[in-house]
Nanobody, 121 residues
Framework: DVQLVESGGGLVQSGGSLRLSCTASGYSGTAYCMGWFRQAEGKEREGVAL???????VYADSVKGRFTISQDNAKNTVYLQMNSLKPGDTAMYYC???????????????WGQGTQVTVST
């Protein structure tokens, strides 16, 4: 099975930046779609950004122009660069992987433990 470990969360002021990392292990050599999701307290988990096996990137409207997803295959790592952060971005951020991309969390089999991002005013 694929194991995912996120890092890079923390507390940042509004307008600041953070870069999240997700390192994967347990690959069988099959390429995966990688995604970032987030879940704020009391809300449902929502998609933030996806990158598929062809390196096509998809973003939620709420983060377009501010967040960038990228990957380093040599390091088996996917990144989420988050700029111009807002208090509304406060959430637990999760990395996910599966053979095919999905816009919904139920479409991903493999998940990391999450990393907390808190944006203060």
């Amino acid at each position: 099975d694929v194991q995912l470990v996120e890092s890079g969360g923390g507390l940042v002021q509004s307008g600041g930046s953070l870069r999240l990392s997700c390192t994967a292990s347990g690959y069988s050599g099959t390429a995966y779609c990688m995604g970032w999701f987030r879940q704020a307290e009391g809300k449902e988990r929502e998609g933030v950004a996806l990158i598929d096996q062809d390196y096509t990137k998809v973003y939620a409207d709420s983060v377009k122009g501010r967040f960038t997803i990228s990957q380093d295959n040599a390091k088996n790592t996917v990144y989420l660069q988050m700029n111009s952060l807002k208090p509304g971005d406060t959430a637990m951020y999760y990395c996910a992987a599966d053979s095919f991309c999905s816009a919904v969390p139920a479409g991903f089999r493999y998940w990391g433990q999450g990393t907390q991002v808190t944006v203060s005013t």
